[in-house]
């Protein structure tokens, strides 16, 4: 796959093309791959760098972060009120967010979508209407079952613990083609079997005429009479990262696909900042629990993610097995010194539990001091309620399967060894600040209304305020949904694309 | 389109990708004492990890951080400076932590975790955070803490299904929770055996497992 990298671009560059996505992850780059096969010239405009996905297996998870996760995976929401800490991870390189997710797959369920259409009138989002988008995504993204052989022995184990409370799990889908068990999706795949779009889109497109640039910083949407018209921004120093070298890009159309927390910035930096945007962000506060075994568990040797349950997902938690790299779970082990090492060094015996919360959208983002956003999250009272309710859970079901010793979430919190403990410390709620929580779905920064005074864009992902200009990323979604959410965002990039394609000549109209 | 500028060079053309802006660096020689400090009490309370290896293990944290944005690593100075301080306000010593035994750094640290000061506590853990991650990466400590290689064990349980099958096919559970196909006592085992081969469902990314 050839890219133009910008860092070694030495003179401004112009030029014009039909379509300007900006971003390459999971929205960006289906968008790109079905202009392109339409014939349409498009440039795909990516602020990380790129890396050909046979690297992927030389670099450690903290290479991987450093190269290829917005602030080196150390990015956070700010708590507001009675809130944990969330790091909050986001790609910034060629393939965005989906080369560090861990290739689960779900279609939006169809509890949301009926909400979307009833509740919050958004026409032709329903599931009989989108599935032929997901259909095809799932087959181009090579969407798979894993099978039970993948399992790791923590994963195992979660089954175990699960079946003797009576709670059912199931297998999850992923994206994946060979998976060989490295257990570190998340840092991009060693073995190149998890189809990022790195692998599984952008070279299509890029067969089709697209030009993909690397290292490229939008920093401005030009807009002129109510009409986007193309994009301005810089080419990033090779050696400093500092935007350097300046490019004007003229367009018919610009999509915008910079996910939830930098495509609010871009609009709001262009003059496009309306009511909604920035506002309304979820971000699937995700926790895990730790269980000590006496046996052995190894539970790096196996699929980083296998199994789910959606037993409690009317309680608006989903029960998710995890196991990531050594040392990200040793970062997040509790003490100092001889009792930090002693915890460390019982990795092999250590089982990992996860959860997943369907929130209300307390986030926002703002701009601030750096091109980076200020990420905000309020948690709300229900969301609070279901943390502690999903901390319990996952503790239970820890015991269950035979655990010494459980280490739950929260900061500087020695481990629980009974489930009486465990009980009366969730019924202490003690304060959500001290927990330890992740989010890996942004979402809804932007979202999709029914009219301007509802929403930032369209239901076909044009937005109210300016003509031509389309935002195809996981901003749109207008809610939380409960479930991972790269397959919605690219069901939803194809459906946009789509919609573009066929109203083209009206696009070409309003930009002459 | 118009023509790109002239000494635009592709990165398949270079061969090669560079990591990360090599100029970039956060850590002052002041900084890094007070880390090393940390490193010490954090990995080498007893004196088991080498003064060498604590010092290449300061140049990484540096690569690591330097890779964030300005604002961030401002912050992360910031909080630096809060445990550098932190005897002053929680031993009410007049000394910085760099200038505490190892011991009473340990005890210090495990003091800052437990705060009930959120932001004390948040200063500390983010940067052991940082530290962790990056010290438990080299292979001794990996090979130390039980992980004795990258070679996987649980993939090779399923190479006979895959021979067997080089073309998976899509699924019938969609994944999405109310849209399960399946009988309602199917098992995950038949989703599973369901991955036999079918020629209604080619995919042409799957590849075989070599």
Known sequence: MTILCGRDIASPMSATVDVIVIGSGAGGAVVARELARAGRSVMVLEEGGYHPPKEYGALTPSRALRTLAREAGLGLAVPLGDTPVMSVLAGKCVGGSSVLTGGVCFRIPDDVLHDWTTRLGLDGLTPDRLAPYFSEIEKDISVEVVPESMRSRSSELFVEGAASLGVPMKSLRRNTSGCKGASRCNFGCPNGAKMSVDIAILPDAIAHGATVVSDALVETIDVERGVARGVRGRFLDAQTG?????????????????????????????????????????????????????????????????????????????????????????????????????????????????????????????????????????????????LWRGVGILGELAFAAGAREVMLPIFGAEPVTSVQELRALVARTPSTRKVEC??????????????????????????????????????????????????PVMAMALRIARGIEADFARYLRQAA | MSALPAGTRSATARGLSRASFPARTTLTPRDRCVLRAIAEAMFSQDGEVGAGTLDAHLDDVDAFVSAASKTLRFGLRVALYVV???????????????????????????????????ALSLAFIGWRSVMTLVFYESPTELKRLGYASDERHVYKRRLPTLAAASVVPLPLESGTRLRDERSPDSTDADAVDSAAPSPAAPNSNRREVA
Request: glycine content about 10%.
């Open chain 1, 242 to 386: 500092e935007p350097s070298v300046a490019f004007n890009l003229r367009a018919r159309v610009v999509v915008v696909a910079c996910g939830s927390l930098h495509t609010p910035i871009l609009l709001k930096r262009s003059g496009l900042g309306t009511t909604h945007v920035g506002r309304h962000l979820t971000l699937h506060p995700a926790f895990r629990v730790g269980a000590l075994f006496d046996d052995r568990v190894d539970g790096w040797d196996g699929a980083m993610q296998s199994v789910y349950s959606d037993h409690f997902a009317e309680d608006g938690i989903t029960l998710v097995g995890v196991y990531t790299a050594p040392s990200i779970l040793a970062a997040a082990f509790p003490g100092v010194g001889r009792e930090h090492r002693k915890v460390v060094r019982s990795m092999p015996n250590l089982a990992f539990f996860g959860a997943m919360i369907h929130d209300d959208g307390g986030g926002r983002v703002r701009r601030w001091l750096s091109r980076e956003p200020l990420v905000t999250y309020r948690m709300s009272k229900r969301d609070r309620h279901r």
């Open chain 1, 438 to 487: 992740m989010s890996f779905h942004p979402l809804g920064s932007a979202k999709m209304g029914k009219d301007e005074r509802s929403g930032v864009v369209k239901p076909s992902g044009e937005t109210w305020s300016t003509r031509n200009l389309f935002i195809a990323d996981g901003s749109v979604l207008p809610t939380s949904l409960g479930v991972n959410s790269q397959l």
């Open chain 2, 84 to 118: 550098r301080f932190a005897p002053i306000f929680l031993f009410f010593r007049t000394r910085t932590l760099e200038r505490l035994n190892v011991d009473d750094r340990v005890a210090l640290l495990s003091r800052l975790e437990r705060s009930s000061f959120a």
